[in-house]
């Protein structure tokens, strides 16, 4: 697509269920970046797909954040036994990996997560 | 491991001031240099970027910005801005294959 494509744009949670948000990168980026912004903070960095290298995954803040990237493109966060700390709006970003061109990020709209 | 640092959490100017965001970065080696600006209610995009040459880039909405490599440095003016420039403005950093950090952000609100 012509941008980066996140849903959920919102979602509404019961503390302890799972939720998966789903990120579809611009075609050909094979940077992919999660971030969550809570209110009144700033962007915190959550997991960073590059290629095939292994995922950098030093800002998922607990085992109960995962992610994956099939096949190069799609990308799913996936949060399990939610809690209301998790509240936030998750933002997807894409970038191209090659050095001779920008390497801007492109952020889609997020998803709203709130969990009740 | 890189890191950003933004002085200003929140910054309030009347329109036509003059305006400038400090951010300050750690890394040792080469790094890309971005700007990034939120509006009310949209999403993140790109204000300016810097990668290599020119030290003073310039970006949309006569904002611009000179990186200074000794000072670690990428400070973000506007000589003189409007009512429209309320917004979250982020500056943000990566070395080449690593990842982008950002900075906690600055929230302008300029009053009319």
């Known amino acids: 697509g012509a941008g980066v494509s996140q849903s959920p744009s919102n979602k509404v949670t019961e503390k302890g269920k799972d939720v998966e948000l789903r990120c579809d990168p611009i075609?050909?980026?094979?940077?992919l970046y999660w971030y969550r912004q809570s209110l009144g903070q700033g962007l915190e960095f959550l997991i960073y797909?590059?290629?095939?290298?292994?995922?950098?995954k030093s800002g998922l803040p607990s085992d109960r954040f995962s992610a994956e990237r099939t096949g190069g493109s799609v990308s799913t966060l996936t949060i399990q036994r939610t809690q209301q700390e998790d509240s936030a709006v998750y933002l997807c970003?894409?970038?191209?990996?090659?050095?001779?061109?920008?390497?801007?990020?492109?952020f889609g709209q997020g998803t709203r997560l709130t969990v009740v | 491991a890189q890191s950003v640092s933004q002085h200003n959490h929140h910054v309030i100017l009347s329109e036509a001031a003059s305006l400038e965001l400090g951010c300050n970065y750690s890394?040792?080696?080469?790094?890309?240099l971005f700007w990034y600006v939120q509006y009310p209610g949209q999403h993140l995009q790109l204000l300016l970027k810097?990668?290599?040459?020119?030290?003073l880039v310039k970006g949309i909405k006569g904002f611009e910005a000179e990186f200074i490599k000794s000072k670690f440095s990428f400070n973000l003016r506007k000589p003189s801005v409007q009512w429209s420039d309320t917004a979250e403005y982020f500056c943000?950093?990566?070395?080449?294959?690593?990842?982008?950090?950002f900075g906690a952000g600055t929230i302008l609100r300029v009053k009319s």
């Open positions: 075609s050909g980026h094979t940077a």
């Open positions: 797909f590059q290629g095939n290298s292994a995922p950098d």
């Open positions: 810097y990668f290599s040459g020119d030290p």
């Open positions: 943000a950093v990566n070395a080449y294959g690593n990842k982008l950090v």
């Open positions: 970003a894409s970038s191209s990996d090659r050095a001779s061109v920008n390497t801007e990020a492109f």
């Open positions: 890394y040792g080696g080469t790094v890309n």
